[in-house]
Every structure is written in structure tokens, then in C-alpha cells.
């Protein structure tokens, strides 16, 4: 019986930490720090210069429900932001999406070099593309709702200047809509709810007309280089 869990180890006293997930056949949260010591070699070679870490915590375990497992743990790593902060140990999120801050190293370039030295890439094949799918489905489209719902949280309290949104109107003049943008923002149009209808409206009245004498744009503040009226 497998009982997959999500973990936290640190050495308190550097302020150094890593996070990871452990859900092989029959892992158990017990084996942490007693049969199992993280598979990051960037964690074995930290723990042989500084000693055993001092912090050894398992967050949350998760049964059979290996899926979850580890996007919990990758929701965690992008919540502390570990790929751009020197306190973790962790380079990639579930072993994906690899970071690193600036320029590789001379040293790095060199390895890099002689590794690909005399390798001949061919065409990728049907195999190698079911598994870039697999890859991308895994890790962009099974939290998609999560992160969606992330963004819009994120954007609900952004406040637009008046400036800005003058210049968004001014910019947007012109632009040509598909028929089949028009029909898309018709059918929004219909189901839109009494409420949001008369919010609308209301930020509508607040608007006025103004000109530079080429365009016309409605606007609450007049933006620099117009003046109120319309062409």
C-alpha cells in the first residue's frame, strides 16, 4: 500500500530548505530521513558539506492519489517561489520547468559543449511527440482552473488609472472585429445579468466625448493632446 506524501527539509540555523514528493510503490511517509534522503543531488551535496539537516517535516500525505501528490508539491514550490530564491535547494518544479538566474558559467557552456559533441539530432518521432503532449497536459493543463482562478484573484484588485485606460481606448481605435468576435461578444452580450448590464451603464454616463480632430474616443478624463467634443 502506497501512501504518498509531500515533505519539507531545512538546515534552520542557514536558513536552507528543500521540498519534495515522495510516491514510489509502497512509500511510506516513515521512510523520510530513515530509508529515503531526497533523490536531489543538489541536496546530497549540501547535506555532505553542512551535515544532516535539522528541520525534517512531511506537509501533507495523499494515499494512491499520486497526482495530487505532486501538484500539491509543485503549487508549494511556485508559493515560495524556490526557483528564484537562493534559500532553496530546489531547481525545477516537479522536475519541469528548470530555472536558473542569469547566464550559464563558463564552466557550464564547457560541459554543455562536450556533451553534445558528435550527437546528431534526427526528426522527432511519433513517440517523442506523444510524450512532449503527455508532458504539457501533466503540467499546464491538469492545475489550469487552479491558476486561472489564481489570475483573476490576482487581477480583482488592480486599479487602472483613468490615464491608462485612455490610452488602452485610444490604442484599440480602429481595430477590426471578426464576424466571429462579433457573434462571440453578441452571445456574451445576451447572457449578461441585470446587474452587470446597469454597472455598465453607469460607467458609461461617467464618460465623455473627446477629439484630437482624427479620432473620437469616450473617455472620463480627457487624455493629453484631445479636447471635449467629437469629430
Not at 535539522?54 to 499520486?66: K, Q, S
Not at 495530487?68 to 534559500?87: D, H
Not at 530555472?99 to 559533441?117: A, D, F, N, Q, V
Request: glycine share 6%; hydrophobic share 30%.
Amino acid at each position: 500500500m502506497r501512501n504518498s506524501f509531500v515533505y519539507v527539509i531545512g538546515w534552520k540555523h542557514l536558513d536552507v530548505w528543500y521540498c519534495g514528493v515522495r510516491y514510489r510503490s509502497g512509500c511510506q511517509p516513515s521512510d523520510l530521513w530513515t530509508l529515503y534522503h531526497t533523490s536531489s543531488k543538489h541536496v546530497a551535496n549540501f547535506r555532505r558539506s553542512n551535515g544532516e539537516p535539522d528541520t525534517i517535516r512531511v506537509l501533507r500525505t495523499f494515499g494512491e492519489d499520486t497526482v495530487t501528490a505532486r501538484l500539491y508539491e509543485q503549487r508549494f514550490l511556485r508559493k515560495v517561489g524556490a526557483i528564484s530564491n537562493q534559500r532553496w535547494l530546489n531547481k525545477a518544479v516537479g522536475g519541469h520547468f528548470a530555472g536558473r538566474i542569469g547566464p550559464h558559467s563558463e564552466e557550464t557552456k564547457r560541459k554543455i559543449s562536450e556533451k553534445l559533441k558528435g550527437r546528431k539530432l534526427g526528426p522527432i518521432t511519433e513517440e517523442q511527440k506523444q510524450r512532449q503532449r503527455e508532458t504539457f497536459m501533466r503540467n499546464y493543463e491538469a492545475n489550469r482552473e487552479e491558476r486561472f482562478a489564481a489570475r483573476s484573484a490576482k487581477m480583482k484588485d488592480r486599479i487602472v488609472l483613468q490615464e491608462t485606460r485612455a490610452k488602452i481606448s485610444i490604442a484599440l481605435m480602429g481595430s477590426t472585429l471578426t464576424e466571429e468576435t462579433k457573434k462571440k461578444i453578441g452571445a456574451a452580450s445576451k447572457n449578461q445579468s441585470k446587474a452587470s448590464r446597469e454597472k455598465q451603464a453607469a460607467s458609461l454616463r461617467k464618460k465623455k466625448w473627446f477629439t484630437n480632430d482624427v479620432q473620437t474616443i469616450r473617455a472620463e478624463v480627457c487624455p493629453e493632446g484631445f479636447r471635449p467634443g467629437r469629430i
